[in-house]
C-alpha cells in the first residue's frame, strides 16, 4: 500500500490561505475519488475540498480552525499501489465552485510550460513550490511590462478577461480587476515603475513596496496588554477592513435622510406575506424597497453608475442588480439579486431567503456577491433610527432603510397614528450632487408611500 | 575556522550567478560570490564567447579566401592561419570581459571569494582553496553552478585524447583531422569553423537530424547543406562506440546501422550536451530536491525545496541558455529583495552561430500545433532577395514567422542566414508584446539592411511580399481568414 498526500489546492483569486472549518472525513474512513473531505474558508468563500483520488484515510494533518497556507497537506491517504495518481498532486475543488476553472489553469501552466523549447521551465511539482499568482500561459497576450504589474498586484493574469486587440490583456484590465481603489492608491508608484521601465535597483524596490503598502498599516500599542486579547484579523473580516477602508478613502460620502408613511406599504406587504405562505416564501419588505428603488434609478441614472477613474469616465448600467447587506456570523456580506428589474417580489422573495442562508452557512459564492449596481442595507430589522453607511464601492449609492414605527403625524388639524420608516441614501459626492439625491430619495419615497405608485412600475 | 555573514549567497560566477550577484547588491543586500574556476564562468572562459572569437576568426579568413577574390581584392601570398596567436587574441577577449565582470562586482561591493563551496548545513556552506577554509553563512544562497559535458561509455574527457568544447577552444595548433561527436549547436559550432581553418570535420550524429528540437527543419538544412558544401561529412545514426590511438592519430569505431565502421582523425571531440552540476556542493546532503534529468527542482520563483536557497540557470533546468541564467538571476535577486517576481517570459530566444546563422524565438510550428494553434500562417522570406544580403555576399538563409491565422498574432520565427543572432531581438519582443503580423509588417525598416527580411516575412505571411513573387492574397495557399481586430 503506498500513501499520498492530498493537498489544499490553490484555489485562485489570489487566495493563499485558508481556514480548516471542519473535516468531512475521519482516519478510517474510505474516501473515493472527488468526495468532499473538508469544509475550507478563504476571505471570499467557503469551499468543499474534494479528494482527488480514492483511499482510506491514514491521517490528518491539520487541526480545525487552523489556518492553512496552500499546497499544505490536508491529510494522508493509503491508497493501493498502482492506484494512478493524477498528473497534479493537488486536489481539485469542488466543480460547483465558481472559480474552479481558474485553479485547473493555475496549476495546469507551469507543467505544461516545460514542453516549449521556448519558455522551457524546470518546474518542481509540489513541496509548497507554487508560485501567486501563475505565470502567463502560452495562450494569454499581455506585454512583459502589463504581466509584472499583475504580478505586484498579485492578479492571475490567467482569470482576466482581455479587453485589447485580439483578446489582449492591457493595463487596464489588470488594474481594474483589483477594483478602482487599489488604483488610486496605487497608481502613481505603479506609473514610477513604468516610466523607469527598467528601474533598477532600490528605486525599484522603493515603487514595489509602495504600491503593496496601500492603506498604511498602523500599529497598535498596548498599554494594559494583559488584560487585552490579540486574535488575527483573517478571513472575511480583513476583507471588510481592507474595502471599507479603501472606499472611505476614494469615495467622498455625504448623507440625506427622510422619514416615509407607509401605512399603505404595511397593508400590500401583510397580505403579500399570507399569500407567499402558500408558496412557502416570508416576504419582506426588502424586494418592495427594492422594486420602488429600481423604479427611481431608472429616473435617476446617475445612481446606477460607477465612477471609472483610469478613464476619468462615468459608466451607467442598463442592468438593475440590487446588494442586500447580510448579517453573518462571520461579518457582514452582501449577496445580488440579479437583474431585479425583471423578478416578481415572489422572485426576489424566495431568492433572498436563500441567499441568506446561504450567507449565513458561510457557503455564498463569489459569483452570488458579485455584479451589484447599487445595495440595500437593512438596519430596521435591528434598531436605530438612521444610519450612514459605507457605500459598497464600486457603486455610487447605498440606501439605508429602517424599521417601521407608530409616529404621531400631524394631518388636517389633528395627531393621527401612523405607521412610518426612515431611509437614507448615501452617496458618492464626486458624481452625484446633493439637490439630485434630495430629488431622487422624493422619487424613491414617492414610490414607498403610495402603493399604486410602486404597483404600476412593477413586473 | 573564519565565519563570515552575508544576506545573500551566490555559489558559481557565471552568466547567471555574477547577475544575480550585482542586483542583490544593487538592492543593497550584503552580497557575496563563490567561485572555483573563473569569473564569468563557461560562458565568458570557455564557451560562448571564445568560441565566438574563433568562428569570427575563420569566418574573416573564409571570406578573404573565397569572397575576396570576385570582389576584386586580390591577395598576392598565401593567406596563413597563425593558430598560437589567433589563441591568444581569443585569449585576450576573454580576459577583457572576464576583467569587467571583476569590476563590475567589485564595484557593487560584492565580495568575492575563490574557491569550492559546499554545504555544510541548509544555512552554512564552506568554501575551500589553497588559502584554507572559509565559512560562509547567509540567509538566502543561490545556487548557479552550471553544467557540464556529458559523457558516453566508450569516452571520458581528459581534454587531451577525447576533448570538450573547452579542450578544442584551447587548441594552438590546427589538426589535420577531427572527429565530433554530437551534431548538436556546441559540436557544430566548433567543427565549422575548424573546418574553415582547414581542418577534415567528420560529424557523427546519433539521430537522424543535426540540432534536432532546436531549430525548424527547413533552418537546418541550409546549414547542412553549406556544411557539406565546405566538406564536413556528417554521418547521421552513427553511434560512438569507442576509440583507440593509433600512433599520433586516433580510431574511432562507430555503429551504424548495426554495422561497425571506422574513422581516423587527429582530435576527437565530444559535444553530445551538457548536464547540471547537481551532483556537487553536497546540493543532495542538505536535502535539495532533484529531479530525475539531474536538475535542481525549483518553482516560478527558482525557489528550490528549501525555501531560503533558489537555483538559476543550467542547475537548474533547460533551456541551458547563458541569457536565460541571467534573467533567472536578476528575478531572483529581486524576489530575495522582496519584489513579486516569477519567471513568465513567453520565450528565450536561441542562437546557433553556424554559417550561416540559425535563430528562433518563439515556438516551432510542431510546438504551435501541440498547443492547440491548429489554423497556422506562415510566411518566408528568403535573404537572396535582400539588397544588403546580396552587397554582403551573404546570401543563403530565410526568415519565417508562424503565426495564428485566426489573430495574426506572432507566435515564432526562424531565422537562418547572416548575422540572424543579431536579428532575433526584434522577434523575441514581438512575441513578448504579443505583437500580430501586421505590426511587424507595418514597422519601417530601415533600407538596405538585412532587418528589411523580417518585415518582408511578416508581408509574406499576410500574404503580399513585395519583392518575392506570391500569388493574389485570396489565392494563397492556407487559410484565407482574415483577422478582424
Known amino acids: 500500500m503506498a500513501t499520498k498526500d492530498v493537498k489544499l489546492p490553490d484555489i485562485g483569486e489570489g487566495v493563499t490561505e485558508g481556514e480548516m472549518v471542519k473535516w468531512l472525513v475521519k482516519v478510517g474512513d474510505v474516501v473515493k475519488a472527488d468526495q468532499p473531505i473538508a469544509e475550507v474558508m478563504t476571505d471570499k468563500a467557503t469551499v468543499e475540498v474534494p479528494s482527488p483520488i480514492a483511499g482510506v484515510v491514514k491521517e490528518l494533518k491539520v487541526k480545525e480552525g487552523d489556518i492553512v497556507p496552500i499546497e499544505t497537506t490536508l491529510l494522508v491517504l493509503e491508497v493501493s499501489a498502482g492506484a494512478s495518481a493524477p498528473a497534479a498532486s493537488a486536489a481539485k475543488p469542488a466543480a460547483a465552485m465558481p472559480t474552479a476553472p481558474q485553479m485547473a489553469k493555475t496549476v495546469a501552466p507551469v507543467a505544461s510550460a516545460s514542453a516549449s523549447s521556448g519558455a522551457s521551465t524546470n518546474v518542481a511539482s509540489g513541496g509548497g513550490l507554487d508560485v501567486y499568482p501563475p505565470a502567463a500561459e502560452v495562450h494569454v497576450l499581455a506585454t512583459p511590462a502589463t504581466r509584472r504589474v499583475a504580478r505586484e498586484m498579485s492578479v492571475d493574469i490567467n482569470s482576466l478577461h482581455g479587453t485589447g486587440i485580439a483578446g489582449r490583456v492591457t493595463r487596464d484590465d489588470v488594474l481594474k480587476s483589483k477594483g478602482t481603489g487599489a488604483v488610486a492608491a496605487g497608481q502613481p508608484s505603479f506609473a514610477t515603475t513604468a516610466s523607469a521601465g527598467a528601474a533598477t535597483g532600490a528605486s525599484a524596490a522603493a515603487s514595489a513596496k509602495a504600491a503593496a503598502a496601500m492603506p498604511t498599516r498602523m500599529a497598535y500599542v498596548s498599554t494594559q496588554p494583559n488584560a487585552e486579547e490579540r486574535v488575527p484579523m483573517r478571513g472575511i473580516r480583513r476583507k471588510i477592513a481592507e474595502q471599507m477602508q479603501m472606499t472611505k478613502h476614494v469615495v467622498p460620502h455625504f448623507t440625506i435622510m427622510d422619514e416615509a408613511n407607509v401605512s399603505e406599504l404595511v397593508k400590500l406587504r401583510d397580505q403579500a406575506k399570507v399569500a407567499g405562505e402558500k408558496y412557502g416564501v416570508k416576504v419582506t419588505y426588502l424586494p418592495f424597497v427594492m422594486k420602488a428603488l429600481v423604479a427611481a434609478i431608472r429616473e435617476f441614472p446617475m445612481l446606477n453608475a460607477s465612477i471609472d477613474d483610469q478613464a476619468g469616465e462615468i459608466v451607467y448600467k442598463k442592468y438593475y442588480n440590487i446588494g442586500f447587506a447580510a448579517d453573518t456570523p462571520n461579518g457582514l456580506l452582501v449577496p445580488v439579486i440579479k437583474n431585479a428589474d425583471q423578478k416578481t417580489i415572489l422572485e426576489i422573495s424566495k431568492e433572498i431567503q436563500e441567499l441568506a442562508k446561504k450567507a449565513r452557512d458561510g457557503k455564498l459564492s463569489l459569483d452570488e456577491m458579485k455584479g451589484a449596481t447599487i445595495t440595500i442595507t437593512n438596519i430596521g430589522s435591528v434598531g436605530g433610527t438612521y444610519a450612514t453607511p459605507i457605500i459598497n464601492h464600486p457603486e455610487v449609492a447605498i440606501i439605508g432603510m429602517y424599521k417601521v414605527d407608530w409616529k404621531p403625524v400631524y394631518k388636517d388639524g389633528q395627531f393621527v397614528p401612523t405607521q412610518v420608516m426612515n431611509y437614507t441614501a448615501t452617496c458618492d459626492h464626486r458624481l452625484i450632487d446633493g439637490a439630485v439625491a434630495a430629488n431622487f430619495l422624493k422619487a424613491f419615497l414617492k414610490r414607498i408611500e403610495n402603493v399604486g405608485q410602486l404597483v404600476l412600475e412593477m413586473i | ?485
Open chain 2, 1 to 485: 575556522m573564519a565565519t563570515q555573514n552575508f544576506d545573500v549567497c551566490v555559489i558559481g560566477a557565471g552568466p547567471g550567478g555574477y547577475v544575480a550577484a550585482i542586483r542583490a547588491a544593487q538592492l543593497g543586500k550584503k552580497t557575496v560570490i563563490i567561485e572555483r574556476e573563473y569569473l564569468g564562468g563557461v560562458c565568458l572562459n570557455v564557451g560562448c564567447i571564445p568560441s565566438k572569437a574563433m568562428i569570427s576568426a575563420a569566418h574573416f579568413l573564409h571570406r578573404v579566401q573565397h569572397d575576396a577574390p570576385e570582389m576584386g581584392i586580390e591577395i598576392k601570398s598565401d593567406v596563413k592561419v597563425n593558430m598560437k596567436k589567433l589563441v591568444s587574441w581569443k585569449q585576450s577577449v576573454c580576459d577583457q570581459m572576464s576583467g569587467g565582470v571583476s569590476q563590475l562586482l567589485k564595484g557593487n561591493q560584492v565580495t568575492i571569494i575563490r574557491g569550492e563551496a559546499e554545504f555544510k548545513t541548509a544555512q552554512e556552506l564552506v568554501v575551500k582553496s589553497k588559502e584554507g577554509a572559509t565559512s560562509i553563512v547567509a540567509k538566502n544562497f543561490i545556487i548557479a553552478t552550471g553544467s557540464r559535458p556529458i559523457e558516453i561509455p566508450g569516452f571520458k574527457i581528459d581534454e587531451k585524447e577525447v576533448l570538450s568544447s573547452t579542450g578544442a577552444l584551447a587548441l594552438d595548433e590546427l589538426p589535420k583531422t577531427a572527429v565530433v561527436i554530437g551534431g548538436g549547436y556546441i559540436g557544430l559550432e566548433i567543427g565549422s569553423y575548424l573546418s574553415k581553418l582547414g581542418t577534415e570535420v567528420t560529424v557523427l550524429e546519433a539521430g537522424a537530424t543535426l540540432l534536432n528540437g532546436v531549430a525548424e527543419r527547413d533552418c537546418v538544412q541550409v546549414v547542412e547543406r553549406k556544411l557539406k558544401k565546405g566538406g564536413v561529412k556528417i554521418v547521421f545514426g552513427a553511434k560512438a562506440k569507442s576509440y583507440k590511438k593509433t600512433g599520433s592519430d586516433y580510431e574511432v569505431e562507430y555503429d551504424l546501422a548495426g554495422k561497425l565502421e571506422k574513422v581516423k582523425c587527429a582530435k576527437l571531440l565530444l559535444t553530445v550536451g551538457r548536464r547540471p552540476n547537481s551532483d556537487q556542493a553536497n546540493l543532495k546532503g542538505i536535502g535539495l530536491q532533484i529531479d530525475e534529468k539531474g536538475f535542481v527542482k525549483v518553482n516560478a520563483q527558482r525557489r528550490t525545496s528549501i525555501a531560503h536557497i533558489f537555483a538559476i540557470g543550467d542547475v537548474a533546468g533547460q533551456p541551458m541558455l547563458a541569457h536565460k541564467a541571467s534573467y533567472e538571476g536578476v528575478l531572483v535577486a529581486e524576489v530575495i529583495g522582496g519584489m513579486n517576481r516569477a519567471y513568465d517570459a513567453k520565450t528565450v530566444p536561441a542562437v546557433v552561430f553556424t554559417d550561416p546563422e540559425i535563430a528562433s524565438a518563439g515556438m516551432l510550428e510542431s510546438e504551435c500545433r501541440a498547443k492547440g494553434y491548429n489554423d497556422l500562417k506562415i510566411g518566408k522570406f528568403p535573404f537572396a532577395a535582400n539588397g544588403r544580403a546580396v552587397s554582403l555576399k551573404e546570401t543563403d538563409g530565410f526568415v519565417k514567422i508562424i503565426a495564428d491565422a485566426k489573430t495574426n498574432i506572432v507566435l515564432g520565427v526562424h531565422m537562418v542566414g547572416p548575422e540572424v543572432s543579431n536579428l532575433i531581438s526584434e522577434a523575441a519582443l514581438a512575441i513578448e508584446m504579443g505583437a500580430r503580423v501586421e505590426d511587424l509588417a507595418l514597422t519601417i525598416h530601415p533600407h538596405p539592411t538585412l532587418g528589411e527580411v523580417v518585415m518582408e516575412a511578416a508581408e509574406a505571411t499576410l500574404g503580399h511580399a513585395i519583392h518575392i513573387i506570391q500569388k493574389p492574397l485570396s489565392r494563397a495557399e492556407g487559410s484565407s481568414v482574415r483577422a478582424t481586430h
